[in-house]
């Protein structure tokens, strides 16, 4: 096994605990973006747009303007929660054979990423401003300043930024790579300062003008230009595409799992959905008195995520362009029955979809979800909660840049082919489409109907499994917020399961084995931010596989940083 390098830095403070608010993000320095609008009096969603645009600088490979959103808003006055979907669209020219060549042959997912035709419509920003509009209190420009700072002065690269620049940067425009790279043709050291001033230019204008100048004018024929115009795939986008996207403001989907609320995001993502299945298809096995270095709890874990992928795999999808069964899926019943399929004792031979109640007749997809995605939670002292995932999908998207940012490639999350067997598949390329998506923001209420944690993950469709993993941390373990995003994963999306090396479950492969799974150990590159409420007071969470840390409104941080020794180690 490869050894585990623990790292404990404390300032200012043994406790990470306020009654005032609380960022955690994967960077320190967006993570202070959001706190600086919660010091001048700015809300949960004020802080969280802050520190996404500022993520969108420092962390490039991951999210940024040229990307996509999902944000779940608690409003602690009204008591609601509310998501917001900021997914990027299919160009309206698109079809089911967008990524066909022109020998009629479907091109493979690798193939498909870089270029033009992968570049969705962005919908981070008018998400920002969906949810501005909603939970935000300051000044629209002053979200800006933090990041346009750090992209006008400059920025250190830092050692993840630098490990994704040495695996994924081939397929990247050579001007952006310009700018990390040396003239001896290698990455930047960490350390190295870079500045962006294109993309603090860019930042300026749209704090001046507003999130529509973005998607109307100069800045929209520059983005179609440059996709249109791509040597790789190039796209059929308009600028008509672009001024006719909108965020939308979705009802949040919602379950219960051992008496808490839990409200995550509904398709087009699948995340929340898998989520909760997972849950409630493990809620008759006392996970509590199993405990979290049992095999047999982990088992169970596997096994159920077994059932609830196989069911996403062939339901979930855009809802406003396909029939999306989630009643049926989230039923009780129908979970009950599910969970039946599940022992403690041994592993099932197979594992299919089922019938739930709505359910039309579809094939499983086969998408790859390639991991290039960040998260962040942001609580105020009101109470007001924002949970977001965003992201360009793989590291560093299309590989296409405009005014210093990365266009996304999250068109490849749809199924290259459109149909199998006969039946069209849910999550098919269609014009003015949000493909499917992985990612879990999500909002845990205590059966008090308080919240009690908020919680999101990167990592492609890991995220369903960090997100579930973290919450029986909390809920069934009763371990703090930053202990259960911590541990290590068991990842069972289909019948092979993958045990995170390095980590207790790697240890666990014998007994797992013993059980009847099929299970190897893998570095799975996972990053998971947290806040939870323990006592009146927010306490955040930072993955410590990543350089994410969390912050308190007074300015105590603590970061506690595992670096595991696997030089293949993915990228978020």
């Not at 605990?17 to 609008?37: C, I, K, P």
């Not at 419509?121 to 700072?149: D, Y």
Request: aromatic share 6%.
């Amino acid at each position: 096994m490869k050894k585990t390098v623990a790292l404990l830095l404390l300032l200012f403070a043994p406790l990470l605990a306020h009654a005032q608010g609380m960022v955690s993000a994967a960077d320190l320095r967006a993570t202070e973006a959001g706190v600086a609008m919660l010091r001048q009096g700015g809300t949960a969603t004020d802080a969280a747009i802050a520190t996404m645009l500022a993520l969108g600088v420092v962390e490039p490979q991951s999210s940024g303007l040229g990307g996509g959103s999902f944000l779940v808003l608690y409003d602690a006055k009204t008591g609601k929660t509310t998501t917001v979907d900021g997914r990027e669209t299919a160009p309206m020219a698109a079809t089911d054979r967008w990524f066909y060549d022109a020998a009629g042959k479907p091109l493979s997912h690798f193939a498909a990423v870089p270029g033009g035709r992968s570049v969705g419509v962005p919908g981070a920003l008018r998400a920002m401003a969906l949810a501005h509009r909603k939970a935000g209190k300051l000044p629209w420009a002053a979200l800006f300043a933090p990041a346009i700072r750090i992209a006008r002065d400059g920025f250190s690269i830092s050692p993840r930024l630098y490990n994704s620049l040495s695996k994924y940067t081939d397929h990247v425009d050579p001007a952006y790579r310009a700018r990390f790279f040396g003239a001896d043709g290698k990455p930047l050291p960490p350390g190295t300062r870079v500045r962006n001033p294109e993309q603090a230019a860019l930042l300026e204008r749209i704090a001046a003008r507003g999130p529509d100048s973005f998607y109307v004018g100069p800045e929209a024929a520059k983005l179609v230009a440059t996709v249109n115009g791509a040597a790789r795939n190039p796209s059929k986008m308009t600028v008509g595409d672009l001024a006719a996207y909108d965020a939308k403001e979705r009802p949040p989907l919602c379950g219960r799992y051992r008496g808490y609320r839990i409200c995550s995001m509904g398709p087009p993502s699948s995340g929340g959905a898998t989520v909760l299945m997972i849950l409630g298809q493990l809620e008759r096995f006392d996970m509590a008195r199993l405990g979290k270095d049992s095999p047999v709890a982990w088992h169970l874990f596997a096994e159920s995520s077994r059932l609830a992928y196989a069911d996403r795999d062939r339901y979930l999808g855009d809802p406003d362009f396909v029939t999306v069964p989630l009643k049926g899926l989230l039923d009780r019943g129908y979970l009950a029955g599910r969970s039946a399929l599940i022992a403690p004792d041994k592993t099932m031979a197979n594992v299919d979809a089922g019938m739930p109640a709505g359910a039309p007749k579809r094939v499983p997809a086969t998408v790859q979800e390639v991991a290039g995605t960040t998260d962040l939670a942001a609580g105020d002292a009101a109470g007001n909660v924002a949970q977001v995932t965003t992201t360009v999908e793989g590291p560093f998207g299309s590989g296409l840049t405009m005014d210093g940012i990365i266009l996304n490639n999250q068109l490849t999350d749809f199924d290259i082919v459109p149909a199998k067997d006969g039946y069209l598949v849910a999550n098919r390329v269609e014009g003015g489409k949000r493909p499917r998506s992985s990612m879990a923001p999500t909002i845990v209420f205590g059966p008090d109907g308080k919240v009690r944690l908020a919680v999101g993950a990167a990592g492609g469709s890991t995220i369903i499994a960090q997100v579930a993993k973290a919450i029986i941390g909390v809920i069934d373990w009763k371990l703090s917020a930053q202990d259960a995003i911590g541990l290590g994963l068991l990842y069972a999306p289909g019948k092979t399961a993958i045990a995170e090396k390095g980590t207790d479950l790697e240890v666990m492969v014998p007994a797992l084995r013993a059980l009847g799974e099929d299970v190897r150990p893998a570095a799975l590159g996972l990053k998971a931010n947290a806040i939870e409420r323990v006592r009146g007071r927010w306490v955040g969470g930072a993955d410590p596989r990543s350089e994410g840390v969390a912050m308190g409104q007074d300015g105590t941080v603590v970061v506690i940083r595992r670096v595991l020794d696997t030089p293949n180690r993915p990228s978020e």
